[in-house]
T-cell receptor, first 112, second 114 residues
Framework: EPEVTQTPSHQVTQMGQEVILRCVPI?????FYWYRQILGQKVEFLVS????????KSEIFDDQFSVERPDGSNFTLKIRSTKLEDSAMYFC??????????FGPGTRLLVL | AQSVTQPDIHITVSEGASLELRCNYS??????LFWYVQSPGQGLQLLLK??????LVQGIKGFEAEFKRSQSSFNLRKPSVHWSDAAEYFC????????????FGTGTRLTIIP
């Protein structure tokens, strides 16, 4: 069964460093998303992406964040200058034609 | 703005007992409703969804949920829980126009005792 994959599974970085989180959505899906879950809190929407552009973003998704689909398979989330409060689990999701979002296993980001 | 409330932070049930997890939503139009399950250290797995039609929907792992428009609820049920059902359960609401985001509840942690 097709699934969303994410790399790396864990990442530790120093405050102020750039990180790139990678996702491979399900191949025939057209809508892509990033969510995050701070430890002990609920899953929060960051951004949605369709047709090579952002279609919606939350107030969390400020100028430090960017997304890109550099080729036909990858979908990336970049954080330019990480802050301590960026420590969280980041989930990628892709949506099928039946309006259902399927989530990857997540990348746990720890900013020191 | 859409929102989801899961009033129970933590529920403990005995193995073999029945389960009901509560979810209430607020949404300005007909919502799409979802239940996801998250096992420790894992991602979010879709249990079931409601878009329209029959208000009682069946999902994986023996779960079902009932949509009640009058109560703005979408409660998750299972007649007999198994130890492997121990996990965090999230209710989510999404829009009907293509790429609208999912809004999640705070989750209910389910503990199973022998």
């Amino acid at each position: 069964e097709p699934e969303v994959t994410q790399t790396p599974s864990h990442q530790v970085t120093q405050m102020g460093q750039e990180v790139i989180l990678r996702c491979v959505p399900i191949s025939n899906h057209l809508y892509f998303y990033w969510y995050r879950q701070i430890l002990g809190q609920k899953v929060e929407f960051l951004v949605s992406f369709y047709n090579n552009e952002i279609s919606e973003k939350s107030e969390i998704f400020d100028d430090q964040f960017s997304v890109e689909r550099p080729d036909g398979s990858n979908f990336t989330l970049k954080i330019r200058s990480t802050k301590l409060e960026d420590s969280a689990m980041y989930f990628c999701a892709s949506r099928d034609l039946q309006e259902t979002q399927y989530f990857g296993p997540g990348t746990r980001l720890l900013v020191l | 703005a859409q929102s989801v409330t899961q009033p129970d932070i933590h529920i403990t049930v005995s193995e073999g007992a029945s389960l009901e997890l509560r979810c209430n939503y607020s949404y300005g139009a007909t919502p799409y409703l979802f239940w996801y399950v998250q096992s420790p250290g894992q991602g979010l797995q879709l249990l079931l969804k409601y878009f329209s039609g029959d208000t009682l929907v069946q999902g994986i792992k023996g779960f079902e949920a009932e949509f009640k428009r009058s109560q703005s609820s979408f409660n998750l049920r299972k007649p007999s829980v198994h130890w492997s059902d121990a996990a965090e359960y999230f209710c989510a609401v999404g829009g009907i126009f293509g790429n609208e985001k999912l809004t999640f509840g705070t989750g209910t942690r389910l503990t199973i005792i022998p």
